[in-house]
């Protein structure tokens, strides 16, 4: 079960994060994550009573942080990835989103078999090596923040309102992202088919999905 929190601001800080120059994907040694607000900080809360099966002090396999413009036109955001775990393939890497004030926006759990599920639409045998597995999700890791994931406007300036209209976001927040062509939208995908669109509303200051 894929956990999804969409955090409002003011939320713990992240000042890690947020410190210094951007880093490349790097895959790190088997030890703590001491960069991770987390072994700090207490985590933050989740949307969902099932409690995470890997924990702040579990290993840190692979880790990405990327700076880019999302919730502040002139301040870019840290969009983090880490997974933890006893291997690469049985992890769960935790997706958060945070501004340059060390405010969390978003944060979202996904696991290994997320991250891998779609390498069957690149799989040229009917099997795959573990070798194979796990350097493909390596590569998700390292391109899950790849330029050509963020995209500018997030709405087109005449796209309809989906019908029939979705939880979130609203119409108001629909009609206000089509005005902004300015605004960010960040695509990535979850398992085979999952793919998700995040864009950070100004009108109800949180991270919005959209359909």
Known sequence: MRLRLLLLPALFPLAAACSGPTSSPTEQPATPDTADASVTSPPEPLDTARAATVTAQSDTLLTNRSRHVFSNQAAPDVFSLVLRGPAVLSGEATFTITTATGEVIFREILTSPELEAALVYEMKTPTVTQAEREAYLRRRVREF???????????????????????????????????????????????????????????????????
């Open 145 to 211: 923040f790849a330029e050509s994931n963020f995209r500018r406007p997030a709405l087109a300036a005449n796209a309809p309102y989906p019908s029939p209209a979705p939880t979130s976001p609203n119409r108001a927040t629909w009609n206000d992202l089509r005005q902004r062509p300015n605004a960010v939208r960040f695509d990535y995908l979850v398992g085979k088919e999952d793919r998700q669109h995040l864009v950070w509303s100004p009108l109800s200051k949180q991270v919005v999905h959209l359909p």
